[in-house]
Each structure stands twice: as structure tokens, then as C-alpha cells.
């Protein structure tokens, strides 16, 4: 299984169209958002992708009512500031990340193989114990200037990070 992973798009639309060409181009069998959308567009634009998306609130969202709603109407499951799923046996954290402290608490916690994470635009891929924590990096391109996701492969145990075109 093949999951991919996004953060930080900031409202690009043109890196979002790119993300959905790759992740479908690669089969995903899910889509994980760590947060930072920004506006309700941006997800709708994202759940054009041929598999679930999840995903949770970055600090600079807004209008979050009207994101729940949206979500709810093109199927996208929106988990609010924080999520866990469990993806082929595999308990994952979804979280934005601003706080290192929490981020780091789980993956040290035991409770969790992989926490997704985003906040800080850096693409970055680490262990603590048995947990590994991903960063995707920022699909938006904006700070680095470098426009990011990846793809975990779970059968692998692998990560991917990929530079949008």
C-alpha cells in the first residue's frame, strides 16, 4: 500500500493539480494533508485525486466551518487539529506540527509507527525509536522554493520524497 503524503499548499493550486497528477500516477491508496491549506478551494482541488483524502487544520487556516462543510460535501475526511488512522495495520498520527514537543511526545509514546507532520517546509524523514516521522516538506514551493510530497510505501517501510515539477 502506497500512501501519499502533502503539507503546506498554501492555497497553490498549481502545485495541488501536480500532487493529484503524481499520487494518481503512483496508485495511492490514500492521500494524508498535515495541514495549511489555507481556503476551502484548496481541498476541493486536492479531492480530485482517485482515492480518500484526510487531513488535518495547519495554523494559518481559515474559515474552518465553512471547510468542515466543504469536506464533508466532496468526501474528504477533515479530523480537525489532530488525527489517528490506521492504515494496513499501521497506527498513523496526522498532526500540522507547530509544537516540536508534541510532535516528538508521540512519536515517543510507542502508540504510533508513523507521524505525518508539516509546519515547517522542510521535507525530512526521521526516527525516534520504532516511530518514523515524516515531513513531507511544502508542496506551495514558497519558503524553499522547492515544492515537495511523498509517497510511504508501507510493504517497504520506505519513503519517497518527490519534487513537484
Given at each position: 500500500m502506497r500512501v501519499g503524503l502533502i503539507s503546506d499548499t498554501h492555497d497553490n493550486l498549481s502545485a495541488v493539480d501536480l500532487a493529484v497528477k503524481v499520487?494518481?500516477?503512483?496508485?495511492?491508496?490514500?492521500?494524508l494533508h498535515a495541514g495549511d491549506w489555507c481556503a476551502p478551494f484548496t481541498m476541493v482541488r486536492l479531492s480530485r485525486v482517485n482515492c480518500k483524502v484526510y487531513g488535518v487544520f495547519g495554523n494559518v487556516d481559515g474559515e474552518r466551518e465553512f471547510m468542515k462543510v466543504k469536506a464533508r460535501e466532496i468526501g474528504v475526511e477533515l479530523l480537525g487539529d489532530f488525527g489517528e488512522l490506521d492504515l494496513n495495520g499501521f497506527k498513523v498520527a496526522l498532526i500540522h506540527g507547530k509544537?516540536?514537543?508534541?510532535?516528538?511526545?508521540?512519536?515517543?509514546?510507542?502508540?504510533?509507527?508513523?507521524?505525518?507532520?508539516?509546519?515547517?517546509?522542510?521535507?525530512?524523514?526521521?526516527?525516534?525509536?520504532?516511530?518514523m516521522i515524516i515531513n513531507p516538506?511544502?508542496?506551495?514551493?514558497?519558503?524553499?522554493?522547492?515544492?515537495?510530497?511523498?509517497?510511504?510505501?508501507?510493504?517497504?517501510?520506505?519513503?519517497?520524497?518527490?519534487?513537484?515539477?
Open positions: 499520487f494518481n500516477e503512483q496508485d495511492v491508496s490514500a492521500v509544537n516540536e514537543s508534541i510532535v516528538e511526545a508521540l512519536a515517543r509514546s510507542g502508540m504510533y509507527s508513523f507521524v505525518v507532520r508539516g509546519h515547517t517546509h522542510k521535507a525530512k524523514v526521521r526516527k525516534i525509536g520504532n516511530c516538506g511544502e508542496a506551495c514551493g514558497y519558503l524553499t522554493g522547492r515544492r515537495t510530497i511523498a509517497i510511504l510505501d508501507l510493504e517497504a517501510m520506505d519513503v519517497k520524497i518527490i519534487e513537484l515539477a
